[in-house]
């Protein structure tokens, strides 16, 4: 069986003409002093060898042409279009392919158990990159998610002002709310439920990494860079060189997390002169993937960033 299966093999990776094969092998046994010639396999046990490995090397090859140019969009940052889609239409149809092609030899004993393993090994090698390309995709689609939601938090940073601080609040729970459709959107094109391959969990985890990054975006280094900007601005048009001032504010950022999975994200604030307060509520303390990222426990219930901040100008 071992030659034989090595026939088969030379036929699909070198393309060697299956009767030259066939012959090779009988040949090769034939000259092994404890074989007789009644223990020789019939001729279409031989061929039915042939036809699994031939049928196999014929798919992975057709599979892997299409898999490699995933892989090379994926490579570049980039999303496949419509892949949940030809995801599993490749799987099934590389399957299906097989199983047409094959389906004489699995009726024989002898090469039954050989031409289900090289469809186990076909079924693995497809699936496996399936899943590589979804999550890579999906690490690509959150860096771009995040990139544009970060662009229109920096966009809606204002100077304190309390009409622009109310307008500001506005937007960016507009803009919460875009980021986190479009991801989900963008997601169910991605999905390949007949693999496992879901958005629900993708989904929950951006929603949390969104709510993070606008709870502390007011402290990171651009928004602070666009604020320094616009007092200056606003400084050297009001103020006149000689005069001197000192002006203080108190910022507090505050994060209710209740038991959840991430259902009910949303946030408030308000603002009195240099004075803010902004309140984000999101139910996902019972998360498997936020109570990862807090070493194992349960997120607080409240969580309160409190922030004094001082303007001198000399």
Known sequence: MTTISEAASAVATTGKPLGLALQDAQNKIQKWPFITSGALDPPQIASAFVVVGDAHSRQTRSARAKLASWKSR??????????????EQLYKKT???FDAETLSAAGLPTVAAYRAGQREQLQSLVKGAIRDSFQAQVANLEKRTMKKFRAKLLKHVNNNNMDEAATAIDNNAAALRAATFGFETAMEDLSVPSLGLTKEGAVRAMTAKLNDELMSFADSPAAKLKRAKQVKKVVSKERKP?????????????????DGFGSLPGFAGYQLGGNSLTVGLHND??????????????????????????????
Do not use: C, H, N, Y
């Not at 000689?242 to 209740?258: C, E, H, N, T, Y």
């Open 74 to 87: 994926t490579a570049r940052g980039l999303l496949v279009d419509g892949f949940g889609k030809d995801a």
């Open 242 to 258: 000689s005069q001197r001032a000192i002006d203080f504010g108190l910022d507090l950022v505050a994060m209710i997390r209740p």
């Open 285 to 314: 303390a019972d998360d498997p993937q936020v109570i990862s990222q807090f070493g194992g426990v349960r997120p607080p219930l409240l969580r309160v960033q409190p922030k004094l901040r001082v303007d001198v100008e000399l």
């Open 95 to 97: 399957l299906s392919t």
